[in-house]
């Protein structure tokens, strides 16, 4: 039955690839996935950064608007392929974060939390006010469905499988990432940057990368977001939504890859149950919240993993 | 046992309901509702949706259309484009609504218009959301245009003699349509821009943009904001005792802001629907019935009468149920051309005629231009 | 209108809005201090206390007693929360003692929601008349009680650190937790005092503004994000920096509006905290 406790995640996989066949969902259903999907990369990639790499950062929406904004942009205006596109916008962010990361991460826990809300606003901020390129405030309208070697993906299961197969990639390669001898610098970071550096470890240098992995996520993420959407607006990548991901961090169980993943999927879906709560459904969502907290520290990955080895050991009997 | 007996029980009154459910009625017609009832425009969305509500209420009452009885299934889009676009998903995909309505900002808007274009499903947004009819073939606008704000506005201004103009504009939507509106018409009503200033809606104080404002000279300022800010900037120039007309957006007409300018001092000038002020109407002009009766069913039901916002959305499920009488169908594709078609009717918004060009339907006379005296709104003399 | 009534206007304009963030700060300091974690939820105490006030003055209660019933109220309803919802949480991680926070204050928002509705409420001016002409000028009588309950509450809180055993005691705790509680003080009772002052100060800088503003339920986010701000040029602990700061951010907004650009004032203002942030790890007016 240790099996079963190594290979849970392939059972996942299945899951996932099978879902489309059995549930029939409707355009609906999967759009609620994909949108999942899109949080859960940012989620993982926030993850590397924080639970890895012990570096807060309170503005990570803003790599979720330099993707979008640069797909969108170039697709809507410039005729650029969607693929070539978020190409343009991976290197972009990951310019963009190694030029800012070295001195933001230099900081430590709140002024580096500041420093990131600053850098967010100050990209919303640009985004509002170049209207002439972005749309401004009112939006970029027009962006094209995602094309792949000039096969459209404008169907929902089409982007479902799409989006999903970037999540898997996202989350198999951070895993990898967290176990490579890259991965254990991070962590030694996180545990004590001073004694990381007296091994030799140049801790400037790793934040960056880890910083650039996060961006080059996030900016995946947009990409990704403003093909579905079609419509991008600064609304959505403001600080409430860099402080949703940190949310969705600490629900799911930080530092644990999966965990933030369940956190992004939890979060994005608990409105379908609570809506018809009408007004009483903020007060509602803050108690849900205020619960795991309270009651289960290491969020709903926490339960998880305790429910799977309560369960799996009976089962070897 | 006893579970068993319970289950085959329930499954029998599950069969007859299923059995029982076609055999009542035709099936009621869906239409979908998207308002904002969180976030940050949440004080609008209410008088939206029970516009909307009673409208509906109002044509099942009269019998329906085409035999069949409409009902409204809403859902709150949290002032947030992404949620604006999943609900439209949902309305689409899961209720399988005929046609949407609602969403009151241009982001929003836009969220939903792409769903509406890529689904097929004719959706009648009321928001400052220019519709471009070769690009948004299934979206109607029953909000009116800007430019016919600006026209109101300007007519008003050249039989007043005011010749300078100063713009303050929110940093957002509003303020770059309104911005354009302004300039687009300024030259054919004799007016001159003498300057604009930005500000941001969340700024609790906007006193050093009106100082400079003031160097300008202007003889009055607009202002293309909705809500708390335009109230603001209204009590701001009060400080300075600034003492010009300020013009808003049109977004202000509603008791709210009657509310906000409680104790401000400063002249506000609102263009509005015809909806405001119906006993200022001719009985000449056909929308004065409809605004009437549907005025009387808002205070019976609600306590408060009609504004702005409900007639935006009074108008755009009577559009719909146009569409599906004429069309004779519930095929989102033909309902839409069906709208597209609508000549001469007369709503509370003014008489809309659509175009294969045009989806706002309204002409810059349906609109007046107010302003706030002691409580009440009155047309400027 | 002079060149100079300009920049007078404009001080006007920066002093109004950096209290409001120098008292949001002062709050988030207060607490910080003694707990080292800062209170994402202090913008709805803002709220809180603006919309209590509104409601109590709406209902004929007289302005002074309305004053002091909405702070109790805020003082008791950070205590509640404190002694409920952060206390259990002593053993887990800075991090998720603040999403905590931010749990929290999405609860009392919806909570705010359900009291208030979603409308915008006006709180009248203190006091009333006609604003007063300095070198041409204007300026609100509502800034001047801004600026006079900003002075009262640091002197306040100057008192009670510096004069009283309590506020003593909270020192002691905030610098050394450990040896605090060897000293005999109860680390728990200062906690809870902290909280209570944080979420008073919170409340009053909601009511002292809010005669200038609109109040609804989601008012509490951008106060809270410029106090954060404030807090963390000045270098986070301590309270003088936090207010001049606070106050510096109010100036250079207005002056920034004014003098440059009102489109880009934002983008300039976080450019130059980033720059702070960047030079002056800790804080602007740190020592090292």
Not at chain 1, 279 to 302: A, C, H, Q, S, T
Not at chain 2, 189 to 203: R, W
Not at chain 2, 225 to 249: H, W, Y
Request: charge should be positive; hydrophobic fraction near 50%.
């Amino acid at each position: 039955m240790n099996a079963l406790k190594r290979y849970w995640w392939l059972i996942l996989l299945a899951a996932i690839a099978v879902y489309p066949v059995i549930g029939k969902p409707s355009p609906y259903r999967s759009g609620l996935l994909i949108f999942a999907g899109i949080y859960i990369i940012l989620a993982v990639g926030l993850d590397l950064l924080m639970g890895y790499t012990g570096q807060i950062s309170v503005g990570h929406a803003a790599f979720f608007a330099v993707g979008a904004y640069t797909s969108g942009i170039l697709t809507a205006k410039y005729g650029f392929s969607p693929a070539a596109a978020m190409g343009v916008g991976v290197v972009f962010s990951a310019t963009l974060a190694f030029l800012t990361g070295r001195p933001v991460l230099a900081l430590k826990e709140y002024y580096l939390a500041m420093a990131t809300l600053a850098f967010n606003e100050i990209v919303v901020t640009l985004i509002i006010g170049f209207e002439g390129l972005t749309g401004g405030a009112s939006g970029l309208r027009d962006i094209p469905p995602f094309t792949i070697f000039g096969f459209s993906l404008l169907n929902h299961l089409h982007y479902y499988y799409f989006v999903w197969t970037v999540v898997v990639l996202v989350i198999a390669s951070s895993i990898a990432v967290v176990r490579s001898p890259f991965g254990r610098a991070l962590i030694a970071i996180h545990s004590d940057e001073q004694a990381a550096r007296s091994f030799g470890v140049d801790c400037a240098k790793y934040k960056t990368r880890a910083y650039m992995l996060a961006a080059v996520y996030a900016s995946i993420a947009g990409s990704l977001f403003a093909h579905y959407m079609g419509f991008i607006a600064p609304d959505d990548f403001g600080i409430l939504t860099s402080i949703n991901l940190l949310v969705m961090l600490f629900l799911g169980g930080i530092g644990t890859i999966f965990g933030p993943a369940l956190g992004a999927l939890f979060l994005k879906l608990l409105p379908e149950i609570t809506y018809q709560f009408q007004d009483y459904e903020l007060l509602i969502n803050g108690i849900i919240l205020i619960v795991v907290l309270v009651f289960f520290p290491r969020g709903l990955f926490g339960i998880f993993t305790a429910l799977r080895n309560k369960i799996v050991p009976r089962m070897g009997k | 046992m006893k579970r068993f007996v319970f289950s085959v029980f329930v499954l029998m009154v599950f069969v007859a309901l299923v059995a029982a459910g076609p055999a009542w009625s035709k099936e009621p017609i869906k239409i979908g509702g998207i308002f904002s009832l969180t976030g940050y425009l949440s004080w609008l969305g209410e008088y939206k949706k029970k516009a909307a509500e009673l409208k509906v209420e109002m044509i099942n009452q009269a019998g329906g259309v085409n035999g069949q009885q409409l009902v409204l299934i809403s859902y709150d889009d949290n002032s947030s484009p992404e949620q604006a676009s999943k609900v439209a998903q949902r309305l689409i995909s899961k209720d399988q609504v005929v046609a949407m309505a609602g969403t009151a900002s241009v982001p929003l808007s836009g969220a939903v218009a792409s769903m509406a274009n890529r689904y097929k499903i004719p959706t009648i947004i009321n928001s400052g959301y220019a519709v471009d009819t070769s690009k948004d073939p299934y979206l109607f606008n029953t909000s009116h245009k800007t430019d016919f704000a600006v026209i109101t506005a300007y007519k008003v201004f050249q039989k007043k003699g005011i010749k300078k103009l100063a713009l303050l504009m929110p940093i957002g939507p509003l303020g770059e349509i309104g911005g354009t509106a302004a300039r687009k018409y300024a030259a054919e009503y004799g007016v001159t821009i003498v300057g604009e200033e930005k500000f941001d809606v969340k700024a609790a104080d906007v006193t050093a943009q009106l100082a400079k404002i003031r160097n300008m000279n202007p003889q009055a300022i607009f202002a293309f904001v909705t809500g708390e800010p335009a109230a603001l900037i209204g009590r701001n120039m009060d400080q300075l005792s600034f003492k010009v007309p300020l013009l808003v957006s049109h977004g202000n007409a509603n008791p709210g802001f009657l509310k906000l300018v409680s104790n401000v001092r400063t002249q506000m000038l609102v263009p509005s629907g015809k909806v405001m002020k119906p006993e200022a109407l001719p009985d000449s002009d056909p929308t004065k019935k409809v605004i009437v009766e549907f005025n009387k069913k808002h205070i019976a039901k609600y306590k408060e009468p009609a504004n702005y916002f409900s007639a935006e959305l009074a108008d755009a499920i009577d559009l719909i149920a146009e569409g599906l009488r004429t069309s004779g169908t519930t095929d989102p594709v033909k309902l839409r051309d069906a709208i597209e078609n609508i000549k001469g009717f007369v709503g509370m918004q003014g008489i809309y005629t659509f175009t294969p060009k045009d989806h706002h339907g309204t002409r810059p006379d349906d609109m007046i231009l107010l302003t706030v005296k002691a409580g009440k709104w009155e047309v400027p003399k | 209108m002079s060149d100079i009534s300009h920049l007078v206007q404009f001080l006007f304009s920066g002093i109004t809005v950096g209290s409001v963030y120098a008292l949001i700060a002062v709050s988030l300091v207060i607490v910080y201090k003694v707990s080292q974690l800062i209170c994402f939820a202090q913008g709805e105490f803002f709220v809180f206390g603006a919309l209590t006030m509104t409601t109590l003055v709406s209902k004929g209660v007289p302005v002074p007693l309305a004053f002091f019933l909405s702070i109790i109220i805020a003082m008791a309803l950070g205590a509640l929360i404190q002694q409920v919802l952060i206390r259990p949480m002593k053993n887990t991680s800075v991090g998720a003692l603040i999403v905590m926070t931010i749990a929290i204050s999405l609860a009392l928002r919806g909570l705010a929601l359900l009291i208030w509705g979603r409308e915008s409420h006006v709180l009248p001016p203190f006091s009333r008349g006609e604003p007063i002409q300095v070198l041409g000028a204007a300026l609100q009588l509502q800034i001047l009680w801004i600026v006079g309950i900003t002075t009262v509450v640091l002197f306040l809180i100057w008192f009670f650190f510096e004069k009283t055993p309590a506020g003593i005691a909270m020192r002691a705790c905030a610098e050394n937790p450990y040896g605090a509680s060897l000293m005999g003080i109860n680390t728990q009772k200062t906690t809870l005092v902290a909280w209570a002052w944080g979420s008073g100060i919170g409340a009053l800088a909601g009511m002292a503004v809010a005669p200038m503003l609109f109040t609804q339920y989601t008012s509490g986010i951008m106060p809270m994000v410029k106090g954060f701000i404030a807090m963390s040029i000045g270098g986070l602990g301590s309270i003088v920096g936090s207010v001049i700061a606070g106050l510096l951010l109010g100036l250079v907004e207005s002056y920034t509006i004014g003098l440059i650009s009102s489109k880009f004032s934002d983008t300039i203002v976080f450019a130059l905290l980033m720059a702070v942030l960047v030079f002056r790890p800790n804080g602007l007016f740190s020592r090292s």
